[in-house]
């Protein structure tokens, strides 16, 4: 069993920069991989970043350049840093962990950004 915990989330001003935090508690080494999520009002939940256990990062082509994401050495903390902050960054931020068992995908409650012009 895997838990995720976000933190860092916020009201910031537009064209600041943001650091979330993902801690993940219990059977950490049974993860694959791990990923940074978000869902703004009405819209779906959409990939921001993804990492391996190699700490291998991968992003979607639209979140290329602002976004970073990592992992520690210890491999229990997923970070996402964002960058040149816009209005159109608010929403709900999740992580988000694959594991090679049952129930095999994990999310964190999520961590609101929210970004005022």
């Known amino acids: 069993q895997v838990q995720l915990v976000e933190s860092g989330g916020g009201l910031v001003q537009a064209g600041g920069s943001l650091r979330l935090s993902c801690t993940a508690y219990?059977?950490?080494?049974?993860?694959?991989?791990s990923g940074w999520y978000r869902q703004a009002p009405g819209k779906q939940r959409e990939l921001v970043a993804s990492i391996t256990m190699d700490g291998e990062a991968n992003y979607p082509d639209s979140m290329k350049d602002r976004f970073t994401i990592s992992r520690n050495s210890d491999k229990n903390i997923i970070s996402l840093q964002i960058s040149s902050l816009t209005p159109e960054d608010t929403a709900v931020y999740y992580c988000n962990a694959n594991s090679d068992f049952a129930p095999y995908n994990y999310w964190g409650q999520g961590t609101q950004v929210t970004v005022s012009s």
């Open positions: 219990g059977n950490i080494f049974s993860i694959k991989d």
